[in-house]
């Protein structure tokens, strides 16, 4: 059974950091595309972040852009999303992906994490 792991959410206040990590139970799932996600309470889930397997192409959605940064360990199978000057509107359950392909669209990715929760209060 294929399994993305994730760990590392919790609380914190406007401004502070986060490191989300995310680790793959198979290497042939890591040798693609690894993805984060986030999904807010009544909101569709959308695109945060994606890595390829070398690392040399990592887009960001613009709302995250400047402030988080995607990488991978492919030696440990693992994906982590550091997060800075987090926001309030950054509150969501995030979730990690894998996938054949870079893209921002869930439908690209097939395997995902159960999710971890990050709350950030004013």
């Known amino acids: 059974q294929v399994q993305l792991v994730e760990s590392g959410g919790g609380s914190v206040q406007a401004g502070g950091s986060l490191r989300l990590s995310c680790a793959a139970s198979r290497r042939t799932l890591s040798s693609g595309v690894m993805g984060w996600f986030r999904q807010a309470p009544g909101k569709e889930r959308e695109f945060v972040a994606a890595?390829?397997?070398?690392?040399?192409?990592?887009p960001y959605a613009d709302s995250v852009k400047g402030r988080f940064t995607i990488s991978r360990d492919n030696a440990k199978d693992t994906v982590f999303l550091y997060m800075n000057s987090l926001k309030p509107e950054d509150t969501a359950v995030y979730y990690c992906?894998?996938?054949?392909?870079?893209?921002?669209?869930?439908?690209?990715?097939?395997?995902w994490g159960q999710g971890t929760q990050v709350t950030v209060s004013s």
């Open positions: 890595i390829s397997w070398g690392g040399s192409i990592a």
């Open positions: 992906a894998a996938g054949p392909q870079i893209a921002t669209e869930t439908i690209y990715y097939h395997f």
